[in-house]
């Protein structure tokens, strides 16, 4: 017993053992050993009493083998167990009580400065932490880099919804003429300018990052994080020069980027939406490959703008959200100038002309029913088919945080604390729960997730889709309500009187609580943010009604 | 080389000069005109100047670092004055890295910290 006030107790067996032992465990105590913590090895094969001691050992811990390891009275186990106990972080804990713990350089430390990364470390440096944020953008294939800020500032949310109002504002001219303004030049729209202007903005919001971290006294870094060790990790910044840094927490806010098919020609030749926001010279001709709301906004303005556009779609459009919803955005889209080749995958891209831009020559192949080839050349090829996590090359590994292996993304529980006890994920990164949910609590859930669509006809959604409503509730549990609406302003401007669309998903066993909207039409963002608080504090059709004029044409269930 | 300092009035004189320096890492201080004592009516850039001279070693190579008067008070209030218009400028004093989104206004300028970062940022 007088043992157990000792930190570190460590039973082994003879001295053949020891030498491995040692080896085995040396790895682990290393660190301890340097934070001098004393190591007490107790060799049961010279101890007098050792066969009654090991005895002792299997009545209070079950555990027959050596080593035998415990930790300021705790047992911890054998090998095994002690490399587990190492690895996530609780045998460090045990070891660094409060009065002795380990002081490390950071009480955070947060690896991605996008907006989870940024939102994070202003929380916590206003609860008065110490902070350090990571910011490193790899390169494009092309050499397209960006400053602080994550996907959303850069090459996401903002340019995207910049580029779209662009295209409206191209729109809005066409229909000016119906409203009697006169102007005799042909308008024609300058991409150079449009991205100078875009990136201007963008460079204003990189400065205001920068000037309210160093306000807030949060460190920042335009560096690589990587871990190397637990509680630790490497920084390399562009010029290769290293630091390492340690922290009591971490937090993993590394985003996504695009993804490439894996055919030839495809980094060389073609870009992405890192690519698209900030390039220097009118696209052109371009080919879209995909059926991602990415794919579709930017199909979207680029035809808007007056480019040649055509989307490369592999199955359906638009996968997860409402399909009768995305279907009449493509219909939309294709009798309004946005070219489709169905059920096509490009193969190969090749390089006709160097130039900016050049031209590129497409290969697709057909992926249903008979086989078929398909060769275009275009100007630009955007590859817009999905993203993925950034979580391959960060060392997560070395201190056992568990990723999905097949999409990348960090599983969390609902404190977004991964596998490791210290280290936590937020944002795109994250993959569902842990636990299974009760499928109340997944509604509540899914009803605070609400989206917009910038595609040419915007479209909003709150809620569940159709087929999700379907598949949750039951077909003869729903009633929903729906509309084509044609917005005034489209009236004199002699635009379609049914294309916008609306729609309602209805529980009728919870007074026809609204668990879907779906608009399809002008400013679809706005309308659907207020229709999301509304949905919130529990909207009922009646409710509804009292309010809005979207007058119910179909009362069946569909 | 080190760095060098000119000092201009007026929208036209700066122009004028940050084109002569075309080229160069341009920084400038924007502030109220001064009275016959060097004081300025804006009582913002008094506190600025200071702050922002002490760093101003921090500017790289060949910089050049453009003191601008902007005028007097009613000028400055006029909301078509031509910084206003032009430069984007919203308030004296304003210290910004021409040609680039990267600017400081008001309290920003009284951190030493912040005025190093903006002459230091690449």
Redesign the interface.
């Known amino acids: 017993t007088t043992l157990m006030k000792e930190k570190l107790v460590v039973f082994l067996a003879g001295l053949q053992y020891i030498a491995v032992q040692i080896i085995n465990t040396s790895g682990c105590f290393k660190s301890f050993l340097l934070a001098n913590c004393s190591i007490m090895y107790l060799f049961l094969l010279f101890l007098a009493d050792g066969p009654s001691i090991q005895q002792v050992l299997v009545e209070l811990t079950n555990q027959r083998t050596v080593p035998n390891v415990f930790v300021n009275g705790t047992h911890i186990g054998g090998c095994d167990a002690t490399y587990q106990a190492y690895h996530d972080g609780s045998l460090q804990k045990l070891l660094g009580d409060s009065k002795d713990a380990e002081t490390y350089d950071y009480d955070l430390i947060i690896i991605g400065g996008g907006s989870g990364g940024l939102a994070c470390s202003k929380e916590a440096a206003g609860f008065g932490k110490k902070v350090l944020v990571l910011d490193y953008v790899v390169p494009t294939p092309l050499g397209t880099s960006w400053g602080l800020g994550g996907t959303c500032v850069n090459v996401g949310c903002i340019p995207k919804k910049l580029m779209h109002q662009a295209a409206l504002l191209g729109q809005a001219l066409q229909d000016s003429r119906k409203y009697g303004w006169q102007y005799e030049e042909q308008v024609k729209h300058n991409w150079e300018t449009m991205v100078e202007a875009i990136q201007n903005y963008i460079g204003s919001l990189n400065w205001g990052y920068r000037v309210s971290l160093r306000e807030k006294s949060v460190t920042y870094l335009n560096s690589y994080g990587e871990f190397v060790e637990p509680h630790k990790i490497k920084a390399t910044n562009r010029k290769g020069q290293v630091t390492y840094h340690t922290a009591e927490t971490f937090v993993l806010a590394t985003g996504e980027r695009p993804r490439y098919p894996g055919i030839p020609g495809d980094k060389e030749y073609c870009i992405t939406s890192d690519d698209l926001f900030s390039l220097p010279y009118c696209p052109g001709k371009t080919l879209v490959v995909g059926a991602s709301y990415v794919a579709l906004e930017c199909a979207g303005f680029l035809a808007g703008l007056g480019m040649d556009v055509t989307v490369m779609v592999r199955s359906i459009l638009l996968r997860g959200f409402d399909q009768e919803m995305a279907e009449r955005i493509g219909a939309y889209m294709e009798t309004h100038g946005v070219k489709f080749i169905k059920k096509f995958v490009p193969v190969q891209v090749e390089q006709l002309e160097e130039g900016m831009p050049g031209r590129l020559k497409v290969t697709a192949k057909s992926t249903g029913g008979e086989p078929e080839i398909f060769e275009e050349e275009y100007n630009t090829v955007l590859l817009a088919i999905g993203r993925d996590a950034c979580t391959r090359n960060i060392g997560l590994e070395t201190i056992g945080v568990k990723i999905n292996e097949k999409n990348g993304k960090v599983p969390v529980n609902d404190e977004e604390q991964t596998n490791v006890p210290y280290v936590y994920a937020i944002g795109d990164i994250l993959e569902g729960k842990l636990e299974l949910t009760p499928v109340a609590i997944q509604a509540g859930k899914l009803l605070s997730k609400y989206e917009f669509l910038f595609t040419p006809l915007e479209y909003g959604s709150c809620g569940l889709s159709e087929e999700k409503a379907i598949e949750g509730y039951g077909k003869q549990n729903l009633e929903v309500y729906h509309s084509l609406f044609w917005p005034l302003e489209w009236t004199v401007a002699g635009r379609d009187n049914n294309t916008c669309y609306g729609k309602i998903i209805c529980n009728k066993h919870d007074n026809n609580r609204v668990i879907g909207f779906h608009v399809l039409g002008p400013n679809a963002g706005e309308v659907t943010q207020g229709f999301a608080a509304a949905i919130k504090c529990g909207l009922t059709k009646e409710l509804l009604d009292e309010t809005i004029g979207i007058h119910p044409t179909c009362a069946e269930v569909r | 080389m080190g760095w060098e300092e000119k000092q201009v009035r007026g929208y036209s004189e700066f122009v004028r000069t940050a084109q002569h320096y075309h080229g160069r890492p341009i920084f400038a201080l924007f502030c109220g005109d001064k009275d016959a004592e060097g004081k300025s009516w804006c009582p913002d850039c008094v506190t600025a100047e200071p702050v922002v001279r002490k760093e101003l070693h921090n500017m790289p190579d060949e910089s050049v670092f453009i003191y601008c008067l902007v005028g007097d008070r009613a000028y400055w209030k006029d909301p078509n004055n031509e910084f206003r218009k032009n430069l984007k400028l919203t308030a004296v004093p304003t210290l910004l890295k021409y040609g ?5 206004v008001e309290e ?1 300028c009284f ?1 030493a ?2 005025v190093r ?1 903006l002459f230091t ?1 690449d």
């Open positions: 680039t989104p990267q600017k400081l920003e951190k910290e912040l970062m940022e």
